[in-house]
């Protein structure tokens, strides 16, 4: 072998070890995303996407029937707003018993959380309501049918944490 051979091998393998550092660190290479409007959302482990459209997404657990819904609010920060005008919607519902609301900080980010139980069904649904701005815009995410609070938090974060803007679409 001659030198030019050597350094064939040496970009080939600095080639692959940075193939691998952008798939290790990367949140969408090997998992699935949805985009709400101009974000993407990546759907976190054992989640896959049943709807998807311009401003809404629904994604569901099938193996335990927790399901996530997104909804783009719009450009304004009207989280805050939108936050206190469920919460007196749902204390008026004789139907929905409101266990928890909280804000919560994910990567600093606010948070408003709502966690309520419907009784309007014949098995009771655990319901958690939150509002978020991020990328310019304010999201609604309701997740639904979780029995277990530390795996809805963990969900919750690791959604918030993911929300990137959709560079592929001009931005507002």
Same mark, same amino acid.
């Given at each position: 072998?001659?030198?030019r051979? /050597?350094g ?7 080639? &692959? ?8 660190t990367?949140? +969408?290479v090997?998992t699935?995303?949805t985009?709400?409007n101009?974000?993407?959302?990546t ?9 998807s459209?311009? *401003?809404?997404?629904k994604? /569901?657990?099938?193996? +335990?029937?927790e $399901?996530?819904?997104f909804?783009?609010?719009?450009? $304004?920060?009207?989280?805050l707003?939108?936050? *206190? #005008? $469920? ?7 004789? !139907?929905?018993?409101?266990m928890? !609301?909280s +804000?919560?900080k ?6 408003? #959380?709502i966690?309520c ?10 319901i958690s309501?939150c509002?978020?701005?991020? &990328? ?6 309701q997740? #639904?049918?979780? !029995?277990?609070?530390?795996?809805l938090?963990k969900?919750l974060?690791?959604?918030i944490?993911?929300? $990137?803007?959709?560079f #592929?679409?001009?931005?507002?």
């Amino acid at each position: 072998m001659d030198k030019r051979w /050597i350094g064939i091998l040496i970009i080939l393998i600095a080639g &692959c070890a940075c193939m691998y550092y952008i798939v290790d660190t990367s949140t +969408t290479v090997g998992t699935s995303i949805t985009v709400v409007n101009k974000t993407v959302v990546t759907v976190p482990n054992d989640f896959s996407i049943e709807d998807s459209r311009s *401003n809404t997404a629904k994604i /569901i657990n099938e193996e +335990t029937h927790e $399901k996530i819904y997104f909804k783009d609010l719009g450009k $304004k920060d009207i989280a805050l707003d939108s936050f *206190n #005008k $469920k919460l007196n919607e749902l204390s008026g519902d004789s !139907n929905i018993q409101i266990m928890n !609301n909280s +804000t919560v900080k994910v990567n600093n980010i606010s948070v408003y #959380k709502i966690d309520c139980v419907n009784y309007t069904t014949e098995n009771a649904t655990n319901i958690s309501i939150c509002y978020a701005y991020t &990328c310019y815009h304010t999201f609604s995410i309701q997740l #639904k049918d979780y !029995n277990d609070n530390v795996k809805l938090d963990k969900d919750l974060d690791y959604i918030i944490s993911n929300m $990137k803007p959709d560079f #592929k679409q001009s931005q507002d």
